[in-house]
T-cell receptor, first 110, second 115 residues
Framework: RKEVEQDPGPFNVPEGATVAFNCTYS??????FFWYRQDCRKEPKLLMS???SGNEDGRFTAQLNRASQYISLLIRDSKLSDSATYLC???????????FGKGTRLSVIA | NAGVTQTPKFQVLKTGQSMTLQCAQD?????MSWYRQDPGMGLRLIHY???????DQGEVPNGYNVSRSTTEDFPLRLLSAAPSQTSVYFC??????????????FGPGTRLTVL
């Protein structure tokens, strides 16, 4: 089983829709979790960290479910500018590099 | 701060040629890393460094060398380029590899084609 798994999509949604992505991770000792956003032909950038209590940043909500070992990203009121690939990222225990999922592609359509 | 810079932005090589991809950061970050990104494969870690003088292999290190003689610079050397090394290469850095919540900052990438 891969360490971090995501549905590659693409998710094609109309403007204004709500869309949710899930990401599962295999190591139960994983310590921290992030969502990164990558625009076409650009570098990944941090979108938000994911905390145990869940966290919200405007239209974006991230949740962590340790028991089921998944994290989620909810985007409300989708904008055309939300079209991008969303990368799930997990930090394993110890002095180890971050583990990136392959990403979920979102296209928001007018 | 310029952040993480990479040069060149684009490069075309012939099979067997060698070259160095440059990466520099001006944020005094301890941790630096190199990834390659291919369609459908996601980001794959090539090499990383937790500080000056220390490097380690990632998931796909074969055919690549790195060194970290200063905190700022982390060059990636292709020893003898092969068509399988055609990819987009990203360099990244973060303040510390020991902090589990540090943001990784990525450079703009180098698009390499090996003919």
């Amino acid at each position: 089983r891969k360490e971090v798994e995501q549905d590659p999509g693409p998710f094609n949604v109309p403007e204004g829709a709500t869309v949710a992505f899930n990401c599962t991770y295999s190591n139960s000792a994983s310590q921290s979790f992030f969502w990164y956003r990558q625009d076409c032909r650009k570098e990944p950038k941090l979108l938000m960290s994911v905390y145990s209590s869940g966290n919200e940043d405007g239209r974006f909500t991230a949740q962590l479910n340790r028991a089921s070992q998944y994290i989620s990203l909810l985007i409300r009121d989708s904008k055309l500018s939300d079209s991008a690939t969303y990368l799930c990222v997990v930090n394993l225990p110890g002095n180890t590099p971050l583990v990136f999922g392959k990403g979920t592609r979102l296209s928001v359509i007018a | 701060n310029a952040g993480v810079t990479q040069t060149p932005k684009f490069q075309v090589l012939k099979t067997g040629q060698s070259m160095t991809l440059q990466c520099a950061q001006d944020m005094n970050h301890e941790y630096m890393s190199w990834y390659r990104q291919d369609p459908g494969m996601g980001l794959r870690l090539i090499h990383y460094s937790v500080g000056a003088g220390i490097t380690d292999q990632g998931e796909v290190p074969n055919g690549y060398n790195v060194s970290r003689s200063t905190t700022e610079d982390f060059p990636l050397r292709l020893l003898s380029a092969a068509p399988s090394q055609t990819s987009v290469y990203f360099c990244a850095s973060s303040y510390s590899s020991r902090s589990t919540r540090d943001t990784q900052y990525f450079g703009p990438g180098t698009r390499l084609t090996v003919l």
